[in-house]
């Protein structure tokens, strides 16, 4: 017999037997119930576990029942055949005789008891006193959900309930007299019929499962359990109780239905989970057990060997005590050979055919992250218990003259009275509070009088005995005699004090759920499953331009674009799978970026957070999103990634054209001084001319660089943009193709700006250049000039009056994807070999120096418009060239040259002398250091590179200072320095010369440092 079969076997044989089984902990709670025990107190095995008799019983009859079990555990005597008398929530009562037996472990300490009881009540009832009121509680009987039906010995119907009614649609009375097995299915008729034989021989009667016919015509399933009457030692009728159990059947179709779903469930706990043989052996073992011993073999192995490391099983062995004792075993270890972790075991022995345990269930948990929570956990399950104790149904009778004839324990406990206190008092005058009173005593009178139909559904408030008030919601019905004569009614409550105030609660929640969400900026919306709007708060309205019944109408696909629609869909299909995993998790939630339509046609991003919404069972009912507008974010972002390459290239720009400055310094002052002391023809003098007008240019190109990476200051002057229009519009029409017409349009009245007129050129003149190559084949390049006044600001610009230069071409136009980077370094549309991609790097570059703007428009096919948004000038002085000394020497000066470039230091060097000067060489900062230390009284001035190896410029000018306060420094360098290093410097020194300089610079600038800031004589 399979394992499975075998469990069931012994569920089957426990659940079957008539008389109540029940196993107890030491702690009185039930931890193995009967389904006969179970049925007795209307709930479920299941329900029963962890519970006591308090939760079922009067106070008395548990204080009896936990006396008498602590008498057993205490002296391990059983108690055998006591009578007790149990009280029901029903309001019955039945009479037992009670045995109750310790039961032990393996080393022979009693863990609880077992208990076992006998249904005597039939022998009880035969006393006068119960027959006396047999009367009073047969109403209640009739009112009960079950069928209640007597059958003569020879199988014809004596009594049925109204209950039958309710459950079949057939009238009672006409049944009276027919066979029992009438209203029984076909197939069922000769099973009763053989039951009811044999019960008439005085066989045990034994509950059984049927079939019966409703009135129209359905099959329902019902429980019947058999019992004789006997009147003077012989069976004269049966009393048969009729169940319905349409939904246990459900229950075990779906129990059928989960069996064959065994395996994968095996699988998929996440616990250790095997079965093993009496042997110790692993006959099965989960994909958990298989995954934590990765290079064993399970399956064949001894259980010790995995777990505990041995070559036996230890002395206290849980699985030795399951197999010993045939009762589960539950034990926390501490296991050193898996690395000294806690595990949960329990041990679940598996009954073979003959009664024996020849396998076991071996469940197997890591709970060392689970130790130090276990005081939390112990705390929550109080509360938890302390719940259940609480709950119930209030059942009383209040007879005609409105006066108490029975309560339960539950409604004592609700009313705050003991049940000797409550019995016979006046329920409207006592218990119901005096502004409800008389309504309630009415309809109450109405009630007994026939003239009203009990309610479905009833709600009042009660006074508890502290004067407290709590709402009931009541279930009332008429109790009636054998004459159909109404004389009492039996109050069903159910206390919904906390279920009122929660729903108050609830709705305060809601109010401020909803003046919240109606009022925060993020939109907050909700989709079905087929992902169509529910709800969008307020907030939806804003941005996108819909309105919220517009945005309700609206599909995912209409709210999406194409590419954030798809990645919508693959998120929405992973969490569907995500879903359907056993495992998963209710809370996630997912977050994402998606670009929406908006109803002007644009479109908006925003960062998105959704998450499931499930019913009461788990499953998903909808989608909570709320969408967060990060377009400004978005746009943030991309701004800094360009700022930041524009940094990284104007760094490179700076260094580049440093070093390029040392070459161009030593090719234009060897040139310079060349010509100066030298005779030559005029061939070998031209082509000295020729070299330093190169240097020239190449030290303009020097000069573009650091423009485009900001590493030099325009040279403002107020200006007017007319002049610089048409000094570039000369250059074009002598050097562009002769296919294109050039068009200028300047405003009349333009204003004026404060801006450097050369850089201005080169501004148009890059601009001009990228436009004529769009229009290979010819076409219409357009600059102008006009005013603007903004009023308010814009997404880039400030309110202010602005001159907008532009220039236009009716060329290709650019891709929109190109747009966003026509501006970087070094990006270009056309071919490498057509375009370096700096021109328009170097025109954003000297825009933003202007603190200007450069907007870009364009539309592939039809041209390109570049605007450069210049701020009005309101007061700018202009700049004016210093004029320089005449390089005539004043007198002999020392001179200390400190620079790296060996070759434009030897040339300094030459070239002071030459007229007339002393100098020092030093090639890096310690060696210019060491020698001004040893000459320093002699030396008159320093020229100091900035950037040198082993002591760089600006530590070897603070030793110099500290050796010579006094000391003459110039700066001599290629390096642009900002604002903030200049700061810092001038105080220090005398002089800066930048890199490349002709030879006059230097005379000039040694003779004003010497000779304005010599130290007195």
Same mark, same amino acid.
């Given at each position: ?21 029940? &196993? ?72 037992? *005789? ?238 050193? $050979? ?112 026939? @003239? ?90 804003? !941005? ?50 998606? @670009? &929406? ?62 070093? %390029? ?11 310079? %001084? ?5 005779? %030559? ?11 330093? *007008? ?14 485009? *990476? ?120 056309? !071919? ?83 007229? !007339? $000067?002393?100098? %020092? ?5 310690? @060696? ?7 000459? $320093? ?59 490349? &300089? ?18 007195? *004589?």
């Amino acid at each position: 017999m399979e394992p499975e079969q075998q469990a069931n076997l012994l569920q089957a044989l426990l659940h079957n037997i008539p008389d109540p089984i029940y &196993f107890k902990d030491r702690d009185h709670r039930f931890v193995a119930v009967s389904r006969a025990k179970a049925e007795h107190w209307q709930t479920t095995p299941e329900n029963l576990i962890g519970k006591t008799d308090f939760n079922f019983l009067d106070e008395a009859e548990a204080e009896q029942a936990h006396s008498d079990e602590r008498q057993v555990m205490e002296t391990g005597q059983p108690i055998v055949g006591k009578e007790e008398l149990i009280s029901y929530p029903d309001g019955s009562q039945q009479w037992y *005789s009670v045995t109750k037996s310790p039961y032990y472990d393996a080393e022979g300490e009693i863990l609880g008891i077992v208990g076992i009881s006998r249904d005597i009540t039939d022998a009880k009832l035969a006393e006068p006193r119960l027959r006396d009121a047999e009367e009073k509680y047969r109403g209640l009987c009739e009112n009960l959900q079950d069928v209640i039906v007597q059958v003569s010995s020879e199988g014809v119907l004596r009594y049925v309930s109204p209950a039958m009614q309710r459950l079949t649609g057939h009238d009672p009375e006409a049944l009276l007299g027919r066979p029992a097995t009438d209203f029984v299915v076909e197939e069922d008729r000769a099973d009763v019929a053989r039951a009811l034989k044999e019960a008439a021989e005085g066989e045990p009667a034994q509950d059984m499962e049927v079939e019966v016919l409703a009135a129209d015509g359905r099959h329902l399933p019902v429980e019947v359990s058999t019992f004789p009457i006997v009147e003077e030692g012989e069976i004269v009728a049966f009393q048969c109780v009729l169940r319905d159990i349409t939904e246990r059947k459900r229950a075990e179709q779906e129990l059928t239905r989960s069996a064959q779903q065994w395996q994968n469930t095996f699988d998929a706990i996440e616990d250790m989970v095997t079965i093993i043989d009496s042997d110790y052996r692993v006959l099965r073992a989960n994909m958990a057990v298989k995954n934590a011993f990765p290079d064993a073999e399970v399956v064949g192995a001894h259980c010790y060997e995995l777990i505990h490391g041995g070559e036996a099983p230890p002395a206290d062995c849980p699985s030795c005590q399951a197999f010993l004792t045939g009762e589960t075993v539950h034990a926390e270890l501490c296991e050193k $050979h898996l690395g000294g972790r806690w595990f949960d075991l329990r041990a679940y022995p598996i009954l073979s055919t003959d009664g024996t345990v020849d396998t076991l269930v071996h469940v197997f948990r890591d709970i060392t992250g689970r130790k130090r929570g276990q005081e939390a956990l112990r705390e929550e399950r109080d509360k938890a218990q302390n719940y259940l104790d609480i709950a119930g149904t209030m059942l009383a009778v209040v007879d005609a003259d409105e006066k108490v004839s029975l309560i339960n324990n539950k409604g004592c406990e609700i009313l705050g009275y003991s049940e000797e206190e409550i019995i016979g008092q006046n329920w409207f005058d006592i218990f119901v509070p005096e502004r409800h009173r008389e309504e309630v005593r009415g309809v109450f009178r109405q009630l007994m009088a026939g @003239e009203v139909e009990p309610v479905e559904y009833y709600e009042n408030p009660l006074l508890k005995k502290n004067g407290e008030e709590r709402s009931i919601a009541f279930h009332n019905t008429v109790l009636r005699d054998d004459d159909g004569n109404i004389y009492a009614a039996l109050l069903s409550g159910e206390d919904s004090t906390e279920r009122k105030q929660a729903e108050e609660a609830l709705r305060e929640s809601e109010e401020r759920y909803h003046m919240i969400a109606d009022r925060v900026s993020d939109v907050i919306w909700i989709m079905d499953m087929d992902l169509r709007y529910t709800y969008v708060n307020p907030s939806g309205v804003q !941005g996108r331009g819909y309105s919220v019944e517009e945005l309700m109408a609206q599909s995912i696909e209409d709210a999406l674009t194409p590419a954030s629609l798809e990645v919508a869909m693959t998120t929405f299909e992973e969490e569907m799978t995500a879903e359907n995993m056993a495992a998963k998790d209710p809370d996630r939630s997912r977050t994402l970026e998606l @670009e &929406f339509t908006c109803k002007d046609g644009s479109t908006r991003w925003g960062e998105v957070t959704v998450t499931f919404l499930h019913d009461a069972d788990g499953q998903p009912t909808g989608i909570l999103g709320v969408t967060r507008d990060v377009t400004d974010r978005k746009r943030a972002d991309e701004q800094l990634r360009q700022a930041q390459k524009m940094e990284a290239v104007g760094t490179l720009a700076a260094g580049i054209a440093h070093d %390029f400055n040392n070459i161009l310094q030593t090719l234009i002052v060897r040139a310079e %001084f060349m010509l100066m002391t030298g005779d %030559f023809d005029a061939e070998t003098a031209t082509n000295l001319r020729e070299m330093i *007008s190169a240097g020239s240019r190449g030290a303009s190109l020097v000069q573009r660089l650091l423009v485009f *990476s900001r590493r030099i200051e325009p040279r403002k002057q107020i200006i007017h943009l007319e002049k610089p229009i048409e000094d570039v519009r000369l250059i074009l029409a002598r050097t562009i193709s002769k296919l294109i017409s050039i068009e200028t349009d300047v405003q009349e009245g333009l204003w004026h700006v404060g801006a450097d007129p050369y850089q201005m050129e080169q501004v148009l003149l890059n601009m001009g250049i990228n436009a004529a190559e769009a229009m290979p084949g010819g076409g219409v390049l357009k600059m102008a000039a006009e005013n603007l006044t903004l009023d308010q600001q814009d997404a880039e610009l400030a309110a202010g009056r602005y001159v907008v230069l532009s220039v236009s071409d009716t060329g290709t136009g650019i891709d929109e994807e190109d747009v966003e980077h026509i501006i970087e370094p070094f990006y270009t549309s056309k !071919g490498q070999a057509e375009h370096s991609g700096l021109g328009l790097a170097i025109v954003h570059g000297i825009v933003e120096s202007h603190d200007g703007f450069l907007r870009v428009s364009s539309e592939p096919g039809v041209g390109t418009t570049f605007k450069v948004y210049l701020p009005v000038a309101e007061s700018v002085a202009p700049v004016e060239e210093v004029g320089k000394e005449s390089a005539v020497t004043r007198g002999p000066l020392t001179v200390l040259v400190v620079d790296d470039e060996a070759a434009v230091a030897r040339l300094l060097c030459d070239v002071l002398e030459n007229f !007339g $000067h002393h100098t %020092f060489k030093a090639l890096d900062g310690e @060696e210019g250091l060491e020698i001004f230390r040893a000459h $320093h009284e002699e030396i008159d001035v320093v020229l100091l590179d900035l950037i040198m190896p082993k002591l760089e410029g600006e530590r070897c000018l603070e030793e110099m200072l500290a050796i010579d306060p006094e000391a003459v420094v110039v700066i001599a360098t290629g390096l642009f320095l900002d604002d903030v290093a200049r700061e810092r410097l001038e105080p220090k020194i005398k002089g800066f010369l930048t890199k490349p &300089f002709e030879v006059r610079d230097v005379l000039h600038a040694i003779h004003e440092a010497a000779y304005e800031h010599r130290r007195p *004589s």
